[in-house]
C-alpha cells in the first residue's frame, strides 16, 4: 500500500464533549427531582428537625411574616386602615407566624392559654392588639405595635 493513501485512513472520531456535559446535567436533574420529591413528600414535624431545610424553611417564614407586618404597619401610618383592623391584621399575621414556626395552635388561643404556652413571650404583644382591637379608647399606637411585632418575629427563635 503506497504511503500516500494513509492520508485517507483516520482513526475513531472522538466525540463531542457535550455529550459529556448532558450527561452530567441530566444525572443532576435526576437527583434534584428525587430529593424534591422527598422533601415535599415528608411530614411538616420532621422536616422541621433537618438542620438545613429546617433552617432555611424558619428564615423564610420569618421573612414573610415580617414583611407583612411591616406592610400593614405602613399602611396604617399612611392612613389607609383604622386602628381596629389595622391592629386586627397585624394580630393575624403575628398568629399566623407563631403556629408555623412553633406549631402551637396560636390562632385558637385566648391570651392566657399564651401566656402558659411555649409561646409566651409574645403573650404582651397580644395582649395589647386585642386592646387596639376591641378598645375605642385605647391609647396604643398601632404603628408602634407594628413595629414590636415586626422585632419579634425578626428575633423569634
Same mark, same amino acid.
Given at each position: 500500500?503506497?504511503?500516500? *493513501? *494513509?492520508?485517507? =485512513?483516520?482513526?475513531?472520531?472522538?466525540?463531542?464533549? &457535550? &455529550? *459529556? &456535559? /448532558?450527561?452530567? @446535567?441530566?444525572?443532576? *436533574?435526576? =437527583?434534584?427531582?428525587? =430529593? @424534591? =420529591?422527598?422533601? /415535599?413528600?415528608?411530614? +411538616? +414535624?420532621?422536616?422541621?428537625?433537618?438542620?438545613?431545610?429546617?433552617?432555611?424553611?424558619?428564615?423564610?417564614? #420569618?421573612? #414573610?411574616?415580617?414583611?407583612?407586618?411591616?406592610?400593614?404597619?405602613?399602611?396604617?401610618?399612611a392612613g389607609e386602615l383604622a386602628a381596629a383592623p389595622a391592629g386586627e391584621a397585624v394580630s393575624r399575621e403575628l398568629r399566623r407566624f407563631l403556629r408555623q414556626v412553633s406549631g402551637v395552635r396560636a390562632e385558637y388561643m385566648q391570651i392566657e392559654d399564651v401566656e402558659n404556652s411555649d409561646i409566651a413571650p409574645a403573650a404582651p404583644l397580644l395582649a395589647n392588639l386585642v386592646d387596639v382591637r376591641f378598645n375605642a379608647a385605647s391609647e396604643l399606637d398601632v404603628g408602634q405595635i407594628s413595629r414590636d411585632a415586626e422585632e419579634l418575629i425578626r428575633s423569634w427563635g
Open positions: 500500500m503506497p504511503d500516500d *493513501l *494513509l492520508r485517507h =485512513v483516520i482513526g475513531p472520531t472522538p466525540y463531542s464533549s &457535550w &455529550w *459529556l &456535559w /448532558l450527561a452530567i @446535567g441530566l444525572s443532576l *436533574l435526576l =437527583v434534584a427531582w428525587y =430529593v @424534591g =420529591v422527598f422533601v /415535599l413528600t415528608m411530614p +411538616r +414535624r420532621r422536616l422541621r428537625t433537618m438542620p438545613l431545610v429546617g433552617a432555611a424553611r424558619d428564615r423564610v417564614i #420569618r421573612y #414573610r411574616a415580617a414583611h407583612h407586618v411591616r406592610a400593614i404597619g405602613d399602611r396604617y401610618r
